[in-house]
């Protein structure tokens, strides 16, 4: 097979895979998301050290699970089933704590440390200055390569 | 008696240390020689193993003078537990912190050569840290303080270790790998003393960081197999704090064991590596000061007992220390930059650092932050696993895409043309299999990427393996085990990295597919169960001798046949009021079948009723891992053998 028809069936294989793959999921409806199971996984189970309603084998996070349950049934919102547990249990029952207040730096520390870091590593780079061309490098690499 | 030899095992071992310090710094200064150092080591040796021994002895014979004998023993408790017992509480398990750390200290006095200034160095940091171990057994965390009053039985062994024999396995291998991180810490700050800017501190630390890795991995992997068959709950990873700190330091010695490759090949990255070195080892500290000081159960209480400040303070000790030393010292030993192109095996390199350097931070701040929040506002917050998933998440999978190129990619620079006729034979097969998992039925958005991901990673390698045997000249099965023997190191991590595939799609499917159902059964009593049916037999309760057992035996079936017997159990321990729930577990090709006890009584019986799939896959790529691990420094060392017998055969 000669390199440019292997290219080619590579393509079309990888394309039409991928396309099928993502034809499917996008126009997949059967939108399986327990919503009380997620709101259960995002609330910590009051009695516990940090187990969530939803892992918590423990009765009041029984009572709790139901509870949600009956919440959405009523045609609760999210924020509203928040607000209705952290005006029970305060901030804390939030596993996944709100961007408010000083509870900010724990939203913005991971992008600013991927930010920093992406700097820097660029910097590194733009601080060289280069010998040798690009497509010459390129033929030695290639070079080498056919050798090891 | 016991006690007293136990103590003085203790200063012996904490005299020596000092020595080792004076000792190990005129060595590295020159004015003596490294055969002094001998002594002080072994006496640390010798110190540890009395210590370890006398308390070990103290448990066997049930003297329950000793405090530590008589919270964590009592006559009836099992052999087997009662050797454990030695490490599985706090004064104890540092005993073995510091048996451990001296089994290092000879290891690294062996490795020494004749006028070795670096080593000796090295051995003198580490005497600092054996130190600090030891001043604490002799003080805030004695284990052979005595009892005026000496009781006749003890409290018995800790339920939790009584539960499962894991407990006593799984924290000596996390261990094993925290200090093994002392040995490449210390020679970092050795060569950062001496401004020694040659990459000898990493060459001779390689083979420790790997075991020490490699036992990290074996101990978290453990952690995490014990928190699901024993715990109950139904999972193996809760981004629990203590869960955490030994995610941590694996983090950043993952991200170093990636960096040391580079600059062993390409010498760059020096002060970075010495950062990341400095960082896992104060993260093992944090780790250990977060476990066994109490900070987690409150902010407030870990001031106590003198513990858990002396860690803080020796945390704070490393960091300024480390960190200052090398402010000061890093343009010293500092590589130029020599990287060439961002499109090349270091650019890929440097993207899995700079992944897992943000991975770590991520989880740091996500652990501390509650904690130090609390201590300076008194605002409670709970940061859990919606929070840490959200980002764990999409660095895992960039760190997966990373982990797939990483090895087809060429160093310096990676031409295009080059690079896709590399790529695209795993690419066709990664899209090929995912379409058909796709086509199968599997949704949810991250399942199918990690699936696609899993597939590009582990056809790049077999691709990788599959030209070289055949690129030799022997017949093509012995040509692919010798690849292994011929280069253990690129292959045991090539073995690690398929390990990671299969690990997370067994991560992803128990996550995305697993499911609870909460039944309760009269006796004799039939529910169908997700495609099975679950019949109550009826209770069962016996007693052993550290315990009673109480029951409930199931049968699982699928049709008419019989599939097995599962016995959830609540086991009751004398010293405990709480009972402590063990699953039963089924493990199937498809999917684990996975019962937990709820309540029981003689009307009949409350369940949680789980299934996961796909989890033998998740243990056995965490096993793997292992393997790879383990198998880049055993081959190394039977490598280096079997040449030496060779050069030996020759002359």
């Known amino acids: 097979m000669s390199e440019r028809l292997r290219t080619l069936t590579a393509l079309i294989v990888i394309g039409a895979s991928l396309l099928f793959s993502v034809v499917v999921l996008a126009t997949d409806s059967t939108g399986t998301n327990d919503r009380v199971h997620s709101l259960a996984e995002r609330l910590k189970c009051p009695i516990c050290t940090s187990e969530s309603v939803a892992d918590s084998p423990s009765q009041v996070a029984r009572d709790l699970y139901d509870l949600i349950g009956e919440q959405v049934a009523d045609g609760w919102t999210d924020d509203e089933i928040f607000e209705f547990f952290v005006a029970t249990y305060g901030e804390e029952v939030l596993l996944d704590p709100r961007a408010r207040g000083t509870r900010i730096v724990l939203w913005l520390a991971p992008v600013v440390a991927l930010a920093i870091g992406g700097a820097v590593i660029a910097g590194r780079r733009a601080g060289q200055h280069r010998e040798i061309s690009d497509a010459d490098r390129a033929r030695i690499t290639a070079a080498l390569e056919e050798e090891g | ?651």
């Open chain 2, 1 to 651: 008696m016991i006690a007293t030899v136990g103590y003085a095992g203790i200063l012996v071992a904490g005299a020596s240390a000092i020595g080792l310090v004076v000792q190990g710094a005129r060595a590295f200064s020159g004015r003596i020689g490294t055969d002094r150092l001998r002594l002080p080591a072994w006496g640390i040796a010798v110190g540890a193993i009395m210590a370890m021994g006398a308390l070990e002895l103290a448990l066997l014979t049930d003297d329950f003078s000793i405090e530590y004998v008589a919270r964590n023993h009592s006559r009836d408790t099992p052999l087997i537990f009662t050797i454990a017992s030695a490490w599985a509480s706090l004064e104890g398990s540092i005993v073995l912190w510091g048996l451990i750390l001296s089994g290092f200290v000879i290891a690294v006095l062996r490795s020494l050569e004749a006028d070795d200034r670096s080593g000796s160095g090295a051995l003198a940091v580490i005497g600092l840290v054996a130190l600090f171990f030891f001043g604490l057994m002799a003080t805030a965390a004695n284990p052979f303080s005595t009892l005026d009053i000496v009781p006749l039985d003890g409290s018995g062994a800790n339920p939790l270790l009584q539960n499962h024999i894991l407990m006593a396995i799984h924290p000596p291998m996390l261990y094993l790998g925290y200090i093994g991180l002392t040995v490449p810490f210390a020679f970092a700050i050795s060569a950062l003393v001496a401004g020694d800017g040659s990459t000898s501190w990493l060459q001779r630390t390689r083979r420790w960081t790997l075991i020490a890795w490699t036992f990290l991995t074996l101990g978290i992997v453990l952690g995490a197999w014990w928190s699901y068959e024993v715990l109950g709950w139904g999972g193996y990873w809760a981004w629990d704090p203590v869960e955490n700190a030994s995610l941590l330091p694996w983090l950043t010695a993952t991200a170093f064991v990636h960096s040391s490759i580079v600059q062993r090949r390409r010498g760059m990255l020096q002060a970075w590596n010495m950062a990341l070195v400095i960082s896992t080892f104060a993260l093992t500290i944090l780790g250990t000061f977060l476990t066994r000081s109490g900070v987690i159960a409150s902010v407030h209480s870990f001031t106590q007992s003198a513990i858990g400040p002396a860690l803080l303070v020796f945390l704070v000790v490393i960091l300024v220390g480390s960190f200052g030393l090398f402010a000061l010292r890093a343009h010293l030993v500092a590589s130029p930059p020599r990287l060439d192109s961002l499109a090349s095996r270091e650019g890929v390199f440097l993207l899995n650092n700079l992944l897992l350097a943000v991975f770590a931070f991520v989880v740091l701040i996500g652990t501390i932050y509650p904690l130090i929040l609390e201590a300076f506002s008194g605002d409670r917050v709970s940061v859990g696993a919606p929070w840490f998933d959200r980002a764990a998440i999409p660095l895992s999978l960039v760190l997966l895409l990373a982990m797939g190129l990483g090895p087809l990619t060429p160093y310096r620079f990676a031409a295009p043309d080059l690079m896709w006729r590399r790529i695209r034979g795993p690419l066709q097969t990664a899209s090929i299999l995912t379409a058909a998992a796709v086509l199968g039925g599997v949704r949810p958005i991250t399942v199918v990427i990690t699936i696609w991901l899993a597939a590009f990673i582990v056809s790049g390698i077999a691709g990788l393996a599959h030209q070289r045997a055949q690129a030799a000249n022997t017949p093509y099965p012995r040509a692919l085990g010798s690849l292994f023997r011929a280069d253990p190191g690129f292959w045991g991590g090539m073995v690690a990295h398929v390990g990671v595939a299969l690990l997370a799609i067994g991560i992803a499917f128990s996550g995305s597919f697993g499911a609870r159902q909460t039944i309760g059964f009269e006796p004799g009593e039939s529910a169908p169960f997700g495609g099975y049916t679950l019949t109550y037999e009826g209770p069962t309760q016996r007693d052993e001798p550290n315990r009673r057992v109480i029951g409930a035996l199931f049968t699982l079936s699928r049709g008419d046949t019989v599939l097995g017997t599962l016995e959830p159990r609540l086991n009751q321990y004398p010293n405990q009021v709480q009972a402590i729930p063990t699953p039963s577990v089924r493990t199937g090709l498809r999917e684990d079948v996975y019962l937990s006890l709820v309540r029981i009584d003689s009307d009949g019986v409350t369940i949680d009723a789980f299934r996961f799939p796909l989890m033998w896959l998740l243990w056995s790529g965490a096993l793997l891992i292992v393997i790879g691990g383990g198998w880049s420094f055993v081959g190394r060392k039977r490598r280096r053998e079997l040449s030496a017998a060779k050069a030996a055969t020759v002359v």
